[in-house]
Protein backbone atom coordinates (compact mmCIF):
# COMPACT_ATOMS: atom_id res chain seq x y z
CA UNK A 1 0.00 0.00 0.00
CA UNK A 2 1.14 3.08 -0.97
CA UNK A 3 2.27 5.76 1.90
CA UNK A 4 -0.73 8.12 2.84
CA UNK A 5 -3.41 5.32 1.07
CA UNK A 6 -5.17 5.41 4.34
CA UNK A 7 -7.01 8.85 3.99
CA UNK A 8 -7.13 9.64 8.03
CA UNK A 9 -3.12 9.26 8.30
CA UNK A 10 -0.65 12.55 8.14
CA UNK A 11 1.99 11.58 6.09
CA UNK A 12 4.80 13.74 7.52
CA UNK A 13 7.56 15.16 5.10
CA UNK A 14 10.69 13.31 5.93
CA UNK A 15 8.37 9.69 4.79
CA UNK A 16 7.49 11.22 1.68
CA UNK A 17 9.62 10.37 -1.55
CA UNK A 18 9.88 12.01 -5.22
CA UNK A 19 10.94 15.17 -6.72
CA UNK A 20 10.34 18.70 -5.31
CA UNK A 21 8.00 21.21 -6.73
CA UNK A 22 8.02 25.03 -5.75
CA UNK A 23 5.39 26.43 -3.74
CA UNK A 24 5.01 30.31 -3.33
CA UNK A 25 4.10 32.03 -0.11
CA UNK A 26 2.69 35.04 1.12
CA UNK A 27 0.98 35.80 4.51
CA UNK A 28 -0.61 39.18 3.36
CA UNK A 29 -3.71 37.90 3.01
CA UNK A 30 -5.54 41.23 1.00
CA UNK A 31 -6.27 42.07 -2.64
CA UNK A 32 -2.35 43.26 -2.70
CA UNK A 33 -0.95 40.06 -1.16
CA UNK A 34 -3.25 38.19 -3.66
CA UNK A 35 -1.96 39.80 -6.64
CA UNK A 36 1.70 39.91 -5.88
CA UNK A 37 1.44 35.57 -5.50
CA UNK A 38 -0.29 35.55 -8.66
CA UNK A 39 2.29 37.41 -10.69
CA UNK A 40 4.89 34.59 -9.23
CA UNK A 41 2.70 31.46 -11.08
CA UNK A 42 1.16 33.56 -14.35
CA UNK A 43 4.09 32.99 -16.95
CA UNK A 44 2.10 30.31 -18.93
CA UNK A 45 -1.89 31.94 -18.65
CA UNK A 46 -2.76 33.37 -21.81
CA UNK A 47 -5.55 33.49 -24.48
CA UNK A 48 -9.06 33.16 -23.18
CA UNK A 49 -8.91 33.00 -19.19
CA UNK A 50 -11.33 31.11 -17.19
CA UNK A 51 -10.67 31.63 -12.99
CA UNK A 52 -12.59 29.14 -10.70
CA UNK A 53 -13.23 30.28 -8.22
CA UNK A 54 -16.40 29.58 -5.34
CA UNK A 55 -19.11 32.30 -5.60
CA UNK A 56 -20.67 30.65 -2.75
CA UNK A 57 -24.43 29.96 -1.69
CA UNK A 58 -26.51 33.37 -0.89
CA UNK A 59 -24.40 35.44 1.74
CA UNK A 60 -22.05 32.94 2.70
CA UNK A 61 -19.41 34.78 5.06
CA UNK A 62 -16.09 32.97 4.32
CA UNK A 63 -15.91 32.87 0.56
CA UNK A 64 -12.50 34.81 -1.14
CA UNK A 65 -13.69 38.98 -0.74
CA UNK A 66 -14.78 39.83 -3.80
CA UNK A 67 -12.81 43.09 -3.71
CA UNK A 68 -9.96 41.16 -4.05
CA UNK A 69 -11.02 39.11 -6.56
CA UNK A 70 -12.16 42.19 -8.56
CA UNK A 71 -8.78 43.94 -7.92
CA UNK A 72 -6.67 40.51 -9.00
CA UNK A 73 -9.32 40.64 -12.47
CA UNK A 74 -8.95 44.48 -12.97
CA UNK A 75 -4.95 44.26 -13.38
CA UNK A 76 -4.03 40.64 -13.80
CA UNK A 77 -6.46 38.87 -15.89
CA UNK A 78 -8.35 41.55 -17.52
CA UNK A 79 -10.62 39.98 -19.98
CA UNK A 80 -11.02 36.63 -18.09
CA UNK A 81 -14.26 35.03 -17.18
CA UNK A 82 -15.19 33.42 -13.74
CA UNK A 83 -16.34 30.30 -14.37
CA UNK A 84 -19.21 27.38 -12.37
CA UNK A 85 -21.27 24.37 -12.19
CA UNK A 86 -24.78 23.89 -10.71
CA UNK A 87 -24.76 22.22 -8.04
CA UNK A 88 -25.69 18.19 -7.51
CA UNK A 89 -28.12 19.46 -4.29
CA UNK A 90 -31.05 21.80 -4.09
CA UNK A 91 -30.40 24.80 -3.20
CA UNK A 92 -29.76 28.41 -4.54
CA UNK A 93 -27.36 27.02 -7.24
CA UNK A 94 -28.90 24.38 -8.48
CA UNK A 95 -30.56 25.34 -11.39
CA UNK A 96 -28.88 28.04 -13.78
CA UNK A 97 -31.66 30.61 -13.17
CA UNK A 98 -31.49 30.76 -9.31
CA UNK A 99 -27.36 30.20 -9.44
CA UNK A 100 -27.55 33.09 -12.10
CA UNK A 101 -29.75 35.10 -9.43
CA UNK A 102 -27.49 34.09 -6.19
CA UNK A 103 -24.15 35.56 -8.29
CA UNK A 104 -26.01 38.49 -8.71
CA UNK A 105 -26.94 38.52 -4.68
CA UNK A 106 -23.70 37.76 -3.67
CA UNK A 107 -21.82 40.95 -5.58
CA UNK A 108 -19.91 39.34 -8.62
CA UNK A 109 -20.86 41.62 -10.90
CA UNK A 110 -17.63 43.46 -12.21
CA UNK A 111 -16.46 40.44 -14.71
CA UNK A 112 -18.74 37.95 -16.81
CA UNK A 113 -19.46 34.62 -15.11
CA UNK A 114 -19.98 31.15 -17.08
CA UNK A 115 -21.84 28.85 -15.51
CA UNK A 116 -20.06 26.29 -18.04
CA UNK A 117 -23.19 23.37 -17.88
CA UNK A 118 -25.64 25.72 -18.82
CA UNK A 119 -25.92 24.21 -21.91
CA UNK A 120 -24.54 20.41 -20.75
CA UNK A 121 -21.72 18.68 -20.41
CA UNK A 122 -19.05 16.88 -22.65
CA UNK A 123 -16.76 14.18 -21.43
CA UNK A 124 -12.92 14.69 -20.72
CA UNK A 125 -10.62 11.53 -20.97
CA UNK A 126 -8.85 10.03 -17.42
CA UNK A 127 -6.41 8.36 -18.33
CA UNK A 128 -4.79 6.00 -15.73
CA UNK A 129 -8.15 6.55 -13.12
CA UNK A 130 -9.63 3.21 -11.53
CA UNK A 131 -13.03 4.25 -11.17
CA UNK A 132 -13.38 6.03 -14.72
CA UNK A 133 -12.30 6.81 -18.00
CA UNK A 134 -14.33 9.64 -18.87
CA UNK A 135 -16.03 12.76 -16.51
CA UNK A 136 -18.87 15.15 -17.29
CA UNK A 137 -17.50 18.32 -17.07
CA UNK A 138 -19.63 21.58 -18.07
CA UNK A 139 -19.47 22.03 -21.69
CA UNK A 140 -18.17 25.61 -21.86
CA UNK A 141 -15.07 24.31 -19.78
CA UNK A 142 -13.72 23.62 -23.77
CA UNK A 143 -14.36 27.26 -24.52
CA UNK A 144 -10.85 28.45 -22.51
CA UNK A 145 -7.45 28.16 -23.19
CA UNK A 146 -5.73 28.79 -19.96
CA UNK A 147 -7.55 27.83 -16.11
CA UNK A 148 -6.81 29.88 -12.79
CA UNK A 149 -7.63 27.86 -9.88
CA UNK A 150 -8.44 30.71 -7.30
CA UNK A 151 -9.40 28.24 -4.29
CA UNK A 152 -10.90 29.32 -0.49
CA UNK A 153 -9.03 26.84 1.31
CA UNK A 154 -10.95 25.24 4.16
CA UNK A 155 -12.49 22.48 5.32
CA UNK A 156 -15.18 19.84 4.00
CA UNK A 157 -18.28 17.90 5.42
CA UNK A 158 -17.68 15.07 2.50
CA UNK A 159 -14.30 15.88 1.84
CA UNK A 160 -12.37 16.68 4.71
CA UNK A 161 -10.79 19.97 3.45
CA UNK A 162 -11.20 21.79 0.05
CA UNK A 163 -8.12 22.81 -1.68
CA UNK A 164 -7.24 23.17 -5.71
CA UNK A 165 -8.60 19.21 -6.02
CA UNK A 166 -11.50 19.95 -4.67
CA UNK A 167 -12.20 23.26 -6.56
CA UNK A 168 -11.81 21.67 -9.91
CA UNK A 169 -12.87 17.95 -8.92
CA UNK A 170 -16.12 18.96 -8.07
CA UNK A 171 -16.71 22.64 -9.46
CA UNK A 172 -15.96 21.53 -13.45
CA UNK A 173 -18.48 18.59 -13.69
CA UNK A 174 -21.16 19.04 -14.62
CA UNK A 175 -24.46 19.14 -11.75
CA UNK A 176 -26.13 16.49 -13.14
CA UNK A 177 -24.20 13.64 -14.84
CA UNK A 178 -20.58 14.36 -13.48
CA UNK A 179 -21.23 15.31 -9.46
CA UNK A 180 -23.26 12.37 -10.07
CA UNK A 181 -20.46 10.02 -11.23
CA UNK A 182 -18.44 11.07 -7.98
CA UNK A 183 -21.08 11.07 -5.57
CA UNK A 184 -23.56 8.29 -5.83
CA UNK A 185 -23.85 4.69 -6.37
CA UNK A 186 -25.88 4.40 -9.74
CA UNK A 187 -29.23 2.99 -8.19
CA UNK A 188 -28.68 4.06 -4.65
CA UNK A 189 -31.36 5.96 -2.95
CA UNK A 190 -28.55 8.30 -0.80
CA UNK A 191 -27.27 10.32 -3.27
CA UNK A 192 -23.98 10.96 -1.03
CA UNK A 193 -23.22 7.29 -0.56
CA UNK A 194 -19.95 6.93 -1.61
CA UNK A 195 -17.65 8.46 1.00
CA UNK A 196 -13.88 8.10 2.49
CA UNK A 197 -11.46 7.16 0.15
CA UNK A 198 -13.18 6.33 -2.53
CA UNK A 199 -15.01 9.55 -2.82
CA UNK A 200 -11.21 11.63 -2.91
CA UNK A 201 -10.56 9.40 -5.75
CA UNK A 202 -13.77 9.84 -7.77
CA UNK A 203 -13.02 13.08 -7.13
CA UNK A 204 -9.48 13.25 -7.71
CA UNK A 205 -9.65 12.02 -11.15
CA UNK A 206 -12.31 14.04 -12.49
CA UNK A 207 -9.73 16.60 -11.36
CA UNK A 208 -7.03 14.91 -13.50
CA UNK A 209 -9.51 14.90 -16.62
CA UNK A 210 -9.61 18.90 -16.09
CA UNK A 211 -5.98 19.43 -15.72
CA UNK A 212 -4.88 17.25 -18.26
CA UNK A 213 -7.01 19.78 -20.55
CA UNK A 214 -5.39 22.51 -19.56
CA UNK A 215 -1.57 20.76 -19.61
CA UNK A 216 0.94 23.86 -18.28
CA UNK A 217 -1.57 26.63 -19.05
CA UNK A 218 -3.45 26.13 -15.11
CA UNK A 219 -1.74 27.19 -12.18
CA UNK A 220 -3.40 27.21 -8.47
CA UNK A 221 -3.66 29.44 -5.57
CA UNK A 222 -4.84 28.54 -2.52
CA UNK A 223 -6.49 31.41 0.09
CA UNK A 224 -5.95 29.74 4.05
CA UNK A 225 -8.45 32.38 5.74
CA UNK A 226 -11.35 32.07 7.41
CA UNK A 227 -10.80 27.99 7.22
CA UNK A 228 -14.43 27.01 8.53
CA UNK A 229 -14.24 22.77 9.06
CA UNK A 230 -17.06 23.62 6.60
CA UNK A 231 -17.45 24.31 2.80
CA UNK A 232 -18.70 27.47 1.32
CA UNK A 233 -21.53 24.85 -0.21
CA UNK A 234 -23.16 25.69 3.14
CA UNK A 235 -23.51 29.23 3.31
CA UNK A 236 -24.87 30.50 6.10
CA UNK A 237 -24.73 27.50 7.81
CA UNK A 238 -21.40 26.87 7.96
CA UNK A 239 -19.53 26.38 11.76
CA UNK A 240 -18.03 29.10 12.94
CA UNK A 241 -14.48 29.62 12.22
CA UNK A 242 -12.03 28.75 14.89
CA UNK A 243 -8.51 27.52 12.89
CA UNK A 244 -6.45 31.11 12.56
CA UNK A 245 -5.62 32.69 9.65
CA UNK A 246 -2.34 31.68 7.58
CA UNK A 247 -2.23 33.03 3.78
CA UNK A 248 -1.59 32.43 0.54
CA UNK A 249 -0.08 29.58 -1.17
CA UNK A 250 0.59 29.90 -5.22
CA UNK A 251 2.28 26.54 -7.49
CA UNK A 252 2.26 25.46 -11.14
CA UNK A 253 1.53 21.53 -8.75
CA UNK A 254 -2.06 21.01 -7.85
CA UNK A 255 -0.59 18.38 -5.08
CA UNK A 256 2.13 20.49 -4.08
CA UNK A 257 -0.34 23.28 -3.33
CA UNK A 258 -2.14 21.56 -1.54
CA UNK A 259 -0.29 19.25 0.15
CA UNK A 260 1.58 23.28 1.78
CA UNK A 261 -1.50 24.12 2.82
CA UNK A 262 -2.17 20.48 4.63
CA UNK A 263 1.70 21.10 5.94
CA UNK A 264 0.99 24.51 7.35
CA UNK A 265 -2.30 23.00 9.11
CA UNK A 266 -0.17 20.24 10.93
CA UNK A 267 2.47 22.49 11.84
CA UNK A 268 -0.05 24.67 13.86
CA UNK A 269 -0.54 24.29 17.67
CA UNK A 270 -2.59 21.63 18.90
CA UNK A 271 -5.01 24.06 20.06
CA UNK A 272 -5.03 25.83 16.42
CA UNK A 273 -5.02 22.97 14.24
CA UNK A 274 -7.62 20.33 16.31
CA UNK A 275 -10.95 21.50 14.25
CA UNK A 276 -9.71 21.10 11.27
CA UNK A 277 -7.29 18.33 11.14
CA UNK A 278 -10.19 16.23 13.19
CA UNK A 279 -12.41 17.11 9.99
CA UNK A 280 -9.71 15.93 7.25
CA UNK A 281 -9.08 12.97 9.05
CA UNK A 282 -12.64 11.51 10.02
CA UNK A 283 -13.41 12.16 6.12
CA UNK A 284 -10.47 10.50 5.29
CA UNK A 285 -9.81 13.41 3.22
CA UNK A 286 -5.97 12.98 3.13
CA UNK A 287 -6.59 10.31 0.51
CA UNK A 288 -7.09 13.45 -1.95
CA UNK A 289 -3.06 13.94 -1.66
CA UNK A 290 -1.81 10.56 -2.12
CA UNK A 291 -4.10 9.50 -4.77
CA UNK A 292 -2.78 13.02 -6.70
CA UNK A 293 0.87 11.17 -6.28
CA UNK A 294 -0.19 7.71 -7.57
CA UNK A 295 -2.07 9.46 -11.01
CA UNK A 296 1.57 11.42 -11.41
CA UNK A 297 -0.25 14.70 -10.96
CA UNK A 298 2.38 16.40 -8.92
CA UNK A 299 4.63 16.25 -6.24
CA UNK A 300 4.21 16.25 -2.08
CA UNK A 301 7.67 17.54 -1.57
CA UNK A 302 8.45 20.99 -2.61
CA UNK A 303 10.28 24.34 -1.90
CA UNK A 304 8.32 26.66 0.26
CA UNK A 305 9.39 30.14 -0.73
CA UNK A 306 8.95 33.14 1.54
CA UNK A 307 7.89 35.81 -0.62
CA UNK A 308 7.27 38.50 2.44
CA UNK A 309 10.85 37.57 3.03
CA UNK A 310 13.17 37.93 0.18
CA UNK A 311 11.79 34.21 -1.66
CA UNK A 312 13.72 32.48 1.59
CA UNK A 313 13.29 29.05 1.82
CA UNK A 314 11.16 27.69 4.98
CA UNK A 315 9.29 24.87 6.21
CA UNK A 316 5.84 24.81 7.34
CA UNK A 317 6.58 25.74 11.00
CA UNK A 318 8.36 28.95 9.96
CA UNK A 319 5.49 29.44 7.49
CA UNK A 320 2.43 29.58 10.81
CA UNK A 321 4.83 30.65 13.20
CA UNK A 322 2.90 34.20 13.13
CA UNK A 323 -0.55 32.97 13.62
CA UNK A 324 -2.79 33.84 16.36
CA UNK A 325 -6.10 32.29 17.52
CA UNK A 326 -8.85 33.50 15.26
CA UNK A 327 -10.97 35.97 16.74
CA UNK A 328 -14.74 36.09 14.60
Not at 35 to 58: D, F, M, P, W
Not at 185 to 214: V, Y
Request: hydrophobic share 35%.
Amino acid sequence: MQPGANGNVYVPYDKREGGESVVYFTRDLSAQGLRNIYQRVAGNISGKVAVKLHTGEQDGPNIIPRPWVKELMDNELAGATIVETNTYYEGTRFTTDVHRATIEHNGWTFAPVDIMDEEGWVTLPIEGGKWFENMAVGRNLLNYDSLVALTHFKGHTKGGFGGSNKNLGIGCADGRVGKAWIHTTPGSSDQWDIGEEEFMERMTESTKATIDHFGDKVVYVNVMRNMSVSCDCEGVMAEPVVTPNVGIVASLDILAADQACIDLVYAMKPEDKAALVERMETRHGLRQLSYMKELGMGNDKYQLVDIDNGDAIIDAAAGVAHVVPFEG
